[in-house]
Each structure stands twice: as C-alpha cells, then as structure tokens.
C-alpha cells in the first residue's frame, strides 16, 4: 500500500497513456498515428528509466498534444491531455530528492 501511495501520479498517468492507447488502436489516419506515438511518449516519461525531469517533462508535451490538436473537436482528448500534462508532471516532479547541506 505504501508503494501505491507514492506512486499514484504515475500510476493515474499510465492509465490516462493507455487510454491514448485505446484511441489509437481504435481510430485510422492521423488519429491512430498520434495515440500511438503518444501512449509510447508518455510511458518513456514515467519515472523509472534514469532520464532528466526536462527530458520526461518534454516526452509528456510531446505525447499528449498531438492527439489532442488532431481531435480537436472531441471534447474528451484535449481533457485527456491536459490531464496527462498535470498529473505527469506532479509525478516527474514528486521524486524530487531534498538537497542538504552540512554546516561547516
């Protein structure tokens, strides 16, 4: 449980990149290309492969966008995205670690 609670962030990220995934197994063209590419972008995003908080951050952006100008009109994706974007970035950053300094 305690594991869970740490990670929430990245486990309700993952979940919204298979729901991209989901859109793009389901959709043809422009679509199934972008939920594709982005479901890959915003799972290399999550904590875990020794990548810099820039690099994750900008795998999100770059995974949760396209999908979201290429449905444009859905109302569902751009929400989607947007949610990918928050709760990305509050598990990207929540590893932070506490940098101390020892007193001389």
Known sequence: MTL????WMGILTAVLAMLYLY?????????MAAGLIGAALIL??????GLSRW?????LVA???????VTWWSLVTPIV???VIVFG???VGGERKLITSAAP
């Open 55 to 59: 690099i994750r951050e900008s795998l």
């Open 63 to 69: 995974g949760a966008l396209p999908l979201a100008v």
């Open 89 to 91: 970035s509050l598990a």
């Open 23 to 31: 859109v793009g197994i389901n959709s043809r063209g422009a679509d």
């Open 44 to 49: 290399l995003a999550l904590p875990g492969l």
């Open 81 to 83: 995205a947007v949610l």
């Open 4 to 7: 869970l609670k740490r990670r």
